[in-house]
């Protein structure tokens, strides 16, 4: 399984984002999705994930009302929508199947800077 996250760069605080993650390898469509995140000298922590259906989504205190999952099982491909970015939302961001962790890949950059 190949995960291949992009869509990231530099915004301004108060500013969008919507981030792609393609999956190859056949699995996409069998488990939930999640949206990670990791900040430099913190550790990854799950933001958001989806059911299979897309029905379902959970998301962490801090992203919640701001960041939108949802996901293309034609197309293999998982998306994230933040919106109201802020600077504490700088992070690599990576997506994987939570209940069956793959190598994750390398991941897209935010920076929220004005």
């Known amino acids: 399984v190949q995960l291949q996250a992009s869509g990231g760069g530099l915004v301004q605080p108060g500013g969008s984002l919507r981030l792609s993650c393609a999956v190859s390898g056949g699995i996409f469509s069998v488990y939930r999705m999640g949206w990670y995140r990791q900040a430099p000298g913190k550790q990854r922590e799950l933001v958001a994930s989806i059911n299979t259906g897309g029905g379902s989504t959970l998301y962490a205190d801090s992203v919640k009302g701001r960041f939108t999952i949802s996901r293309d099982n034609a197309k293999n491909t998982v998306y994230l929508q933040m919106n109201d970015l802020k600077p504490e939302d700088t992070a690599v961001y990576y997506c994987?199947?939570?209940?069956?962790?793959?190598?994750w890949g390398q991941g897209t950059q935010v920076t929220v800077s004005s």
């Open positions: 994987n199947f939570p209940y069956t962790l793959q190598d």
